[in-house]
């Protein structure tokens, strides 16, 4: 059974940081590209970042580019979102997935929440 369950969420300060964790199970973790995704209070899903199976290779939404930083452990089947500089409007529920094929997510955790307020 896939498992995806994140960690790391809570109240930051605008400027400050925070490290968000997903930790997966019942799949081949390093074999996947995986995601972060997003929802904001009253908004629909976000797509946030995504890296390469063996974490070559990033991507990021414009919107985060520059202040998130996406990587992951193989070796303890991990991912991990390191946010610097959050915003106000960074304020979401942060969903790590799996991408399966057709590069759609497949599984989703059930999230963490961030606060960024001061």
């Known amino acids: 059974e896939v498992q995806l369950v994140e960690s790391g969420g809570g109240l930051v300060q605008p400027g400050g940081s925070l490290r968000l964790s997903c930790a997966a199970s019942g799949f081949t973790f390093s074999s996947y590209y995986m995601s972060w995704v997003r929802q904001a209070p009253g908004k629909g899903l976000e797509w946030v970042s995504n890296i390469h199976s063996g974490g070559g290779s990033t991507s990021y939404a414009d919107s985060v580019k520059g202040r998130f930083t996406i990587s992951r452990d193989n070796t303890k089947n991990t991912l991990y979102l390191q946010m610097n500089s959050p915003k106000p409007e960074d304020k979401a529920v942060y969903y790590c997935?799996?991408?399966?094929?057709?590069?759609?997510?497949?599984?989703w955790g059930q999230g963490t929440q961030v606060t960024v307020s001061s």
């Open positions: 997935a799996k991408v399966g094929g057709g590069s759609s997510c497949d599984y």
